[in-house]
């Protein structure tokens, strides 16, 4: 059975940084694209970023362009997103999700593949 467990997120000031992973299990990730969307609250679900099987193709939200970036460690099952230059914008719950692969962000709205996990949770505030 697909599963993603996210973990990293946490209460961070404007302007901070935090570092997010998410471990799979039911499934062999050098197989899939796979990509992060997050929650604002009451908000639809937003992606964020993209990364292809092998790594070698990424997307981001306009929103993160310059301040995200997105890896994946296929040997370690891990992918991970690196956020910088945090805001009160990028509040939200962040999970990740399989994808059928991986473009221009606001083209996968609705795509992701499976349900939606547990999420990790990202407060910017001062």
């Known amino acids: 059975q697909l599963q993603f467990v996210e973990s990293g997120g946490g209460l961070v000031q404007p302007g901070g940084s935090l570092r997010l992973s998410c471990a799979s299990s039911g499934f062999t990730l050098p197989n899939s694209a796979i990509g992060w969307f997050r929650q604002a609250p009451g908000k639809e679900h937003e992606g964020v970023s993209c990364i292809s099987s092998s790594g070698g193709i990424t997307n981001y939200a306009n929103s993160v362009k310059g301040r995200f970036t997105i890896s994946r460690d296929n040997a370690q099952n891990t992918l991970y997103l690196q956020m910088n230059s945090l805001t009160p914008e990028d509040t939200g719950r962040y999970y990740c999700?399989?994808?059928?692969?991986?473009?221009?962000?606001?083209?996968?709205?609705?795509?992701?593949?499976?349900?939606w996990g547990q999420g990790t949770q990202v407060t910017v505030s001062s």
């Open positions: 999700v399989l994808l059928p692969f991986c473009t221009k962000m606001e083209n996968l709205q609705g795509a992701r593949i499976g349900d």
